[in-house]
């Protein structure tokens, strides 16, 4: 049974962190290119010449490290849809109309709206998790690791890394923390 519910979560969590990532990268690597058209369309359309083939180049991976880090939040969101409803290794996680009745009965299709609530609480939880894993690291490359500063090591790829990282051990801990979320045989 434990067996089965490690492989049913990992599922859930690779399924979760292609779809986090996919959808994370296309939504800013979108952003960006708007934003690198509009300020090439704003400088008078240049002439496309090497040099403006690297500058527009370096706009657009400027804007995408910006960019990334709103849209992870957008992509957090989106995501957690695809995480109810899908059967993996005989397991699904379903969300609950009202858990506060006798009668838990779970949404077949769910909408943006009905995951707010989780959200909060799922986004909370991630922070979480990620804090004490930045801790643990930050302890770490402190007393084994030699940096100049403590935090040489940290930028956006390695909090991408922590947050999943945070989805996995989250998936596991939601359903037990949100009362409208259950874990349930399909």
Not at 123 to 131: D, E, F, H, Q, Y
Not at 144 to 163: A, C, G, T
Request: aromatic share 18%; proline share 1%.
């Amino acid at each position: 049974m434990v067996r089965k519910l490690s492989k049913f979560y990992l599922l859930l969590w690779l399924r979760w962190a292609f779809l986090l990532s996919f959808k994370s990268l296309l939504y800013a690597g979108v952003l960006s290119s708007l934003i690198t058209l509009y300020l090439y369309f704003d400088k008078g359309f240049p002439s496309l010449e090497v040099q403006v083939y690297v500058a527009l180049f370096k706009i657009f991976s400027f804007w995408l490290k910006i960019s990334w880090s709103v849209t992870l939040l957008l992509a957090l969101f989106s995501t957690l849809k695809s995480v109810f409803n899908n059967c993996h290794n005989g397991f699904k996680l379903e969300l609950l109309h009202c858990p506060k009745e006798n009668e838990k009965e779970a949404i077949e299709f769910i909408g943006y709206g009905d995951l707010v609530k989780v959200w909060r609480k799922w986004l909370m939880l991630l922070i979480w998790i990620t804090a004490v894993e930045m801790t643990l690291a930050l302890v770490y490359t402190h007393l084994i690791l030699s940096f100049e500063s403590l935090f040489d090591w940290f930028n956006i790829y390695v909090l991408y890394i922590f947050i999943l990282i945070a989805g996995y051990f989250g998936l596991m801990i939601l359903s037990v923390r949100c009362k409208k979320v259950r874990l349930s045989r399909c």
